[in-house]
């Protein structure tokens, strides 16, 4: 069974920081490029951050120089640092999973956890 769960979350004034973290199990982990997202009331769900099998990344322009993800392919966990906190990142933060297999789609999620950040 494959589960992703995300932690992390919380409330923190503007300008402050949090550290999210996905925590995958039941996947072969070094085989998934991993990313988070994340959903705003009213909103669709927008890309934050990915990092692929070969630990390349890639950011949303909103998020350049203050966010930061990572793998940790040891513990199967994906961090994501979040610095500098706006109130436009409050949202539900989701963490995917896609096999990086060229031909086969295969995406898990996780439940989401709440970041909201106070001005």
């Known amino acids: 069974q494959v589960q992703l769960v995300e932690s992390g979350g919380g409330l923190v004034q503007a300008g402050g920081s949090l550290r999210l973290s996905c925590a995958a199990s039941?996947?072969?982990?070094?085989?998934?490029?991993m990313g988070w997202y994340r959903q705003a009331p009213g909103k669709q769900r927008e890309l934050v951050a990915t990092i692929a099998t070969d630990g390349s990344t890639n950011y949303a322009d909103s998020v350049k120089g203050r966010f930061t993800i990572s793998r940790e392919n040891a513990k199967n966990t994906v961090p994501l640092q979040m610095n500098s906190l706006k109130s436009e990142d409050t949202a539900v933060y989701y963490c995917k999973a896609r096999l990086a297999i060229t031909g086969i789609e295969r995406d898990y999620w996780g439940q989401g956890t709440q970041v909201t950040v106070s001005s």
């Open positions: 039941g996947i072969t982990f070094n085989l998934y490029d």
